[in-house]
C-alpha cells in the first residue's frame, strides 16, 4: 500500500515516530493491573519502547507490530489480552481503516486507542500530510461503535486526542496447550482435552517452523495459538509438572446424593475467595497446568464461577466442568460457552426411577435438560454414572442409549466414602466388571461412545514415544491433583475422602514446583504404588491401578 512506503521512507530518514505512547505509561500500567493482563500487542508501534518499560515491571509477554519497519513488520498470530493503538488511526486513510480496526479487533480481547483528532505539521516524503484521517470525537466514536459494543472514553489531558478502551473478541482461546519436558514436551489440544507426548526434535520444529509431526497434522491449522511453558528446573524420573488441577470449589451443592465421596451439601466457612483462586490459576498457568476441572460440591452455586472460567480459558487452559446439571438453564448453559468452557461432565446414575432414587425426585429430567442445553450452545457434553451394584443393569442400559444418541458416557466405579460410606457392599468386584464388560461388549468393540473404568484402557493420552521414566498407578500425583475448597491439596478427591493426608495449603506454599517435587517423594504416596502389586495379586478383585481402591482396602485389610 502507497501509505505504508512513504512510512518506511520516513522510517529511512531517521524521523523518530513512536513517541507518544510513551505519555500514556501511567494510564496502561494501570489498565494492565486492573484487568490482569497477561499480553499486549503494540499495533502501529514504531520506535516506541513503552512495552519495554511495561515489562520491566510486570511479567507480560509482548508483540510489536508496525508494517513501515522490517523487525516488526509480520503480525503475530497470537492473540493477546490487549492490543493498544497509540496515535496510529489517524494515519491510516479511509480506504483502508475498516480493513485495519477488523485486523485489530481480532486480535485482542481488550483494545485501547488513542486518536488525534487536529491536523500536524509532519508531512511524508510524498509531500502530504502523514495525519490524513482527520475527525472530531463524535466521528470517531460513530466509527467504532460499528465494531465494537461498549466504549469507554478515557479522560486524557490532551485536548487534542480522545482516548477509547473496548472489548474486541470475546474471548482468547489458544489451539494448543505444550509444557516442556527433559524428554520433549506434553501437547495438549485444548479443544478437545486429548494430550499426546512429543520429542525435542519434535517440540522445536512445531515452535520455529510450525511442522508437525505427520500423525498430529490435524492440529495444524492457520492462525495457531499456541501456549508454550518452558523448562525453568530439570526434573528427573517425572513430569515437569501436573497437567490436570481438579479444583473443588465448594461443599454447597443442592442436592444430597446417597454417594456423595465427600459428604457436599453446606458450603464450607473456610472456603478461598474468587481472589484466591484467581491468583492460584495464574500460578497453575505459569507452570504449565492445561486443564482445570471445576468440581464441588456443585460449582455453579461458587459466585464468581463464570470469571474464574473465563480467566483460565484466556491462559491458554482447557477448562472442564463437572456438575450434578440441574441448575444449568438455557441462561446457564450460554454463560458457560460464552466464559469459554470446553467441557462439561454430567452426572446421570441411571433412568429416571433409579437417578432420582440415587440423587432426589425430579433430578433426572432437569439434568437431561441441562444437558441439551448445554448440546445447543456448542458445548462437548459427557455423561458420568457412577456404577454400583444396586444401579448396575440400569447404568448398562443408560450407556447403550447413550452410544445410540452419540453422547459419550464415562462409567466410573464407586468407592464408599463420604455419604456413600455405608455402601461398600456395593462397590463392584472382578465378577460384576466382567459381567459389565460383556454387556456392553458391541459398544466396547468399536470405537464408540462408551467408556470408564476396567471397561477399556483410555486415559486420554496417547503416549507416541518412549517415556525415560515409568508411570506407576493412576494419575494422582503424577499427572494431577486435587484442591479442597478450604486449600488443602490431596492428591486426589477420592483419596481426600478417605482421609489420606493432605500433602499441604496452596496459603502455605511458596513455590509450587518444588512442591510438585516433594509430592512424589511423599511416603504415603510411595507406600500406595508399592501394594499396586500385591493388590492385583489377590483373588476375585478386579485389577487397578486407582490408589484409592488401594487406600479404601487398606482400611480394614493388609497386604
Not at 484466556?314 to 469459554?340: D, F, H, M, P
Request: with cysteine.
Amino acid at each position: 500500500m502507497d501509505y505504508i512506503k512513504q512510512y518506511k521512507l520516513l522510517y529511512k530518514r531517521k524521523k523518530n515516530y513512536g513517541k507518544t505512547s510513551i505519555k500514556l505509561y501511567d494510564m496502561l500500567k494501570k489498565i494492565i493491573n486492573d484487568l490482569n493482563i497477561s499480553s499486549v500487542l503494540d499495533y502501529g508501534c514504531g520506535k516506541s519502547k513503552l512495552l519495554d518499560l511495561i515489562k520491566k515491571n510486570k511479567k507480560i509477554k509482548i508483540y510489536r507490530y508496525d508494517p513501515a519497519i522490517k523487525k516488526y513488520s509480520k503480525l503475530t498470530k497470537n492473540k493477546v489480552n490487549l492490543v493498544i493503538c497509540t496515535d496510529v488511526l489517524q494515519h491510516v486513510p479511509l480506504y483502508d481503516l475498516d480493513r485495519v480496526l477488523k485486523e485489530i479487533k481480532s486480535k485482542g480481547i481488550y483494545i485501547l486507542f488513542y486518536i488525534k483528532c487536529t491536523n500536524h505539521k509532519t508531512k511524508l516524503p510524498n509531500k502530504t500530510y502523514a495525519n490524513c484521517t482527520v475527525y472530531d470525537k463524535k466521528w470517531w466514536l460513530e466509527k467504532l461503535s460499528n465494531y465494537y459494543d461498549d466504549i469507554k472514553e478515557i479522560k486524557i489531558s490532551d485536548l487534542t486526542s480522545v482516548c477509547f478502551i473496548m472489548k474486541g473478541e470475546n474471548i482468547m482461546n489458544y489451539d494448543i496447550n505444550i509444557r516442556e519436558e527433559v524428554f520433549g514436551g506434553t501437547l495438549m489440544d485444548v479443544k478437545t482435552g486429548k494430550r499426546v507426548y512429543i520429542t525435542k526434535k519434535e517440540l522445536k520444529n512445531i515452535l520455529n517452523n510450525n511442522i508437525f509431526p505427520k500423525d498430529l497434522q490435524y492440529l495444524n491449522k492457520d492462525n495457531l495459538n499456541i501456549k508454550f511453558t518452558k523448562l525453568t528446573k530439570k526434573v528427573e524420573n517425572m513430569f515437569s509438572f501436573f497437567d490436570i488441577v481438579y479444583l473443588e470449589l465448594t461443599r454447597a451443592c443442592n442436592l444430597k446424593c446417597i454417594h456423595c465421596l465427600n459428604n457436599s451439601g453446606i458450603k464450607q466457612k473456610d472456603e478461598l475467595t474468587k481472589e484466591d483462586l484467581l491468583k492460584l490459576i495464574k500460578n497453575f498457568s505459569s507452570h504449565g497446568v492445561q486443564e482445570i476441572r471445576f468440581t464441588g460440591g456443585e460449582p455453579l452455586l461458587f459466585n464468581g464461577i463464570y470469571d474464574l472460567i473465563r480467566f483460565a480459558t484466556e491462559e491458554g487452559i482447557c477448562t472442564s466442568l463437572g456438575t450434578n446439571g440441574t441448575l444449568v438453564t438455557k441462561e446457564v448453559a450460554k454463560k458457560l460457552k460464552e466464559s469459554g468452557l470446553k467441557k462439561v461432565v454430567v452426572s446421570i446414575d441411571g433412568n429416571k426411577k433409579t437417578h432420582d432414587k440415587i440423587r432426589g425426585k425430579k433430578n433426572y429430567q432437569k439434568a437431561m435438560h441441562g444437558l441439551k442445553y448445554l448440546q445447543k450452545n456448542g458445548i462437548n457434553v459427557r455423561v458420568n454414572s457412577v456404577i454400583m451394584k444396586s444401579n448396575m443393569e440400569d447404568v448398562i442400559k443408560l450407556a447403550k442409549k447413550m452410544s445410540r444418541k452419540k453422547i459419550t458416557i464415562f462409567i466410573r466405579r464407586f468407592i464408599s466414602s463420604g455419604r456413600g460410606k455405608h455402601l461398600e457392599n456395593n462397590m463392584l468386584n472382578k465378577k460384576d466388571y466382567d459381567y459389565v464388560r460383556n454387556k456392553l461388549q458391541k459398544e466396547l468393540t468399536k470405537k464408540t461412545y462408551v467408556n470408564g473404568h476396567y471397561l477399556r484402557n483410555d486415559e486420554g493420552v496417547n503416549s507416541r514415544i518412549k517415556l525415560p521414566f515409568e508411570i506407576r498407578g493412576c494419575k494422582a500425583g503424577q499427572r494431577a491433583i486435587t484442591i479442597l475448597p478450604n486449600g488443602d491439596v490431596n492428591l486426589c478427591g477420592f483419596l481426600a475422602a478417605q482421609d489420606f493426608p493432605k500433602v499441604g495449603n496452596i496459603k502455605e506454599i511458596d513455590d509450587f514446583l518444588n512442591f510438585w517435587i516433594l509430592i512424589n517423594k511423599n511416603d504415603h504416596l510411595l507406600n500406595l504404588r508399592n501394594n499396586l502389586d500385591k493388590y492385583n495379586k489377590l483373588l476375585n478383585v478386579q485389577e487397578t491401578y486407582c490408589l484409592a481402591y488401594i487406600a479404601n482396602y487398606l482400611k480394614d485389610n493388609k497386604l
